[in-house]
């Protein structure tokens, strides 16, 4: 599945850096990008020369979350039909990840762009940044194991705010709320998300690997809690009112 660009990876040094380019589209996640993506993480995990990733939309943008068009096509698609698989797996090494995670986030990050910084260890946003959620306004439901992990980082209260009222998240409220370390000025969060990298990269590896081990939610606990959302997200995307959402997306830009 080629990613027709969508998605650069490079490696400085022991940084793998992963980048999502798609402006014209703010960044939208398409399944090639999804797979890109899922490999960059999964090839990094036994190469001991990268020690660290970061993940990035560049300057202006995070993401918009998953492409909506793809999102009406599997909506749409035959009942039996397998859903975004490779937006699960993209999910799956995220959980299965064992290189700390890096997000430089600048601009808007939306669905799962702001679901997947749950499963990173450092968080840089720009002053401009907003995090948003916005599921419930599509039909649809939480996914990413957030429903697991916003609430365990941020409380209950707020994290129904974000996943069930679908309010958006200023990037200073995100750093109170702790999933996000540092607000940067606009242009420099990727900069500073290298200069994170080449600090952890220069601690002892395997200390850095235990430790994160210990803070980090066990991989079968988030697989099993993505397995539950992408089983009633499936459900939901074949829904009304979520086809409708997605064409009513669409049908707006027209006008
Ligand atoms: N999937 C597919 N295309 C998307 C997209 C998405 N998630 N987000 C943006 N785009 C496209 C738009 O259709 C538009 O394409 P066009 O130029 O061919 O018409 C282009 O990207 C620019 O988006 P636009 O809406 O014109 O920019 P904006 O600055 O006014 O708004 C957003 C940017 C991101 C706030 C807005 O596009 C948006 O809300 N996107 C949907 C986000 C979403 O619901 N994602 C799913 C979460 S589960």
Known sequence: MPDHGHLIVTDDDATRIITM???QKKNAITQSMYVAMSNA???????PDIRCIVITGGSGVF???NDLEDFLNDGTADAGAPRASAATKFLYSLAHNVKPLIAAVDGVAIGIGTTMLFHCDYVLASTTATFTTPFIHLGLVPEGASSLLMPRTMGHQRAFAALVMGRAITAEDARIAGFV?????PGHTEAEARKVA???CALPAEAVAISRKLLKTPPEDLTRRIDQ???LFGERMRSKEAIAA???FFARRKT
């Open 41 to 47: 993480i999964d090839t990094a995990q036994n190469n």
């Open 246 to 248: 997605f064409k009513g």
């Open 198 to 200: 080449r600090e952890i």
């Open 21 to 23: 380019r798609r402006p």
């Open 63 to 65: 993401t918009s979350g």
């Open 229 to 231: 959302e992408s089983h």
């Open 181 to 185: 370390n540092v607000v940067v000025g």
